[in-house]
């Protein structure tokens, strides 16, 4: 196609795009009415059935990204995620970019690749982008982290971690490990391993292993031994041949299901036997546990739902209404191959 061609073709469609200046005059009203309208604003109830009857007549549909640069309103969110291969950011965003696109609003989504100054770098650039909110996953509650959030000048919610004046969104990831913990306990185990990552991550590295832990050490004659790790399966793979040959644990809970699913593959190597030799637990309720032999018991988060809960909130946020500072998603344990009463 030439260039005056697809010009041409262009222009004819352009010619073809509803404008705030058709919806107006179709419906009588004056341009600013029709912004405030696009825009939540008050109008009258007569004014607003009319706009909605032209609007489902034409199909208008505005164009949020332009609208947003020139108001600088809110249709913009900003979303810092701490890395790209994480299944669980991953099934967060599908809630996000879904209610996002609902409610009218476009994404600048940054990545932080575990890195600090990489996110406060990102939390820089969606400023001066002026979203009207972000949605931080944060990494870690860093000292420069706590400190820059109170600064943001627009609402903020995070992701899985908490901070007092902040707004966020939570597992119940303390109660997961409990949960897993009783789990464990009535099918018989006494003793157990724990395989966590660092405790500077409070929900994954802190929460769920005291859940876990405190909930073992309440009863009588049980060890718990630890490994710490990261959220890195080649590591942690690498790590179980060597600390899974001296194992005395018939049970070993690991923080996440990808650091199972890495345990698992060296225990077949090592050629011992889930659940025969050891049961076996992770957290998160990937889609992958489903994927391996023997499946894996974990405990599901609503991933998903989060997302979607996030912007909501946000929104609500925005437009001045009172939001929980903390709100707590629930889980559930599901039972899989991989664990078993001791001594089946």
């Known amino acids: 196609m030439s260039p005056q061609n697809w010009y041409n073709k262009k222009k004819k469609r352009w010619q073809l795009m509803t404008t705030i200046k058709d919806i107006a005059e179709k419906a009588g009203v004056a341009k600013s009415t029709v912004s405030r309208y696009l825009n939540n604003g008050y109008i009258s109830e007569e004014k607003r059935k009319k706009i909605d009857q032209i609007i489902a007549e034409t199909g208008y549909r505005p164009n949020t990204l332009a609208r947003s640069l020139k108001a600088q309103d809110s249709k913009l969110l900003g979303v810092i995620i701490p890395r790209l291969n994480s299944p669980s950011a991953n099934d967060v965003l599908k809630g996000i970019d879904r209610t996002a696109r609902q409610n009218g609003y476009q994404l600048l989504i940054t990545n932080s690749d575990q890195s600090e100054a990489r996110e406060l770098e990102n939390i820089q650039t969606l400023v001066k982008q002026k979203v009207a909110g972000m949605i931080i996953f944060a990494r870690e509650m860093t000292p420069q982290l706590k400190e820059v959030l109170p600064t943001i000048p627009m609402p903020v919610i995070l992701i899985g971690q908490r901070l007092a ?62 490994v710490e790790t ?48 050891f049961s076996l637990n992770g957290f998160g309720g990937y889609d992958s546990t489903d994927y391996v032999y023997p ?31 903390i709100i707590e998603l629930p889980n559930h344990l599901v039972v899989k191959q991989s664990t078993a009463r001791l001594g089946e």
């Open 165 to 226: 004046g902040v707004h966020a969104i939570v597992h119940q990831d303390y109660q997961a490990g409990k949960d897993m913990a009783n789990y464990a306990l009535t099918n018989g185990h006494r003793d157990f391993l724990f395989v966590g990552v660092s405790e500077k991550d409070e929900a994954v590295g802190s929460l769920r292993k005291h859940g876990f832990v405190d909930t073992v050490e309440k009863v009588a004659g049980t060890t718990v031994s630890y």
């Open 230 to 277: 990261s959220f890195s399966r080649r590591e942690t793979y690498q790590k179980a041949l060597v600390f899974l040959p001296s194992r005395q644990a018939t049970y070993v809970a690991c923080a996440t299901d990808n650091i199972a699913i890495a345990v698992l593959k060296a225990a077949h190597e090592l050629g011992q036997k889930v659940p025969e030799d």
């Open 295 to 325: 499946t894996i018991t974990t405990a599901a988060f609503p991933y998903t739902q989060l997302g979607i809960d996030a912007v909501h909130a946000l929104q609500r946020i925005i437009q001045g209404e009172t939001v929980p500072e």
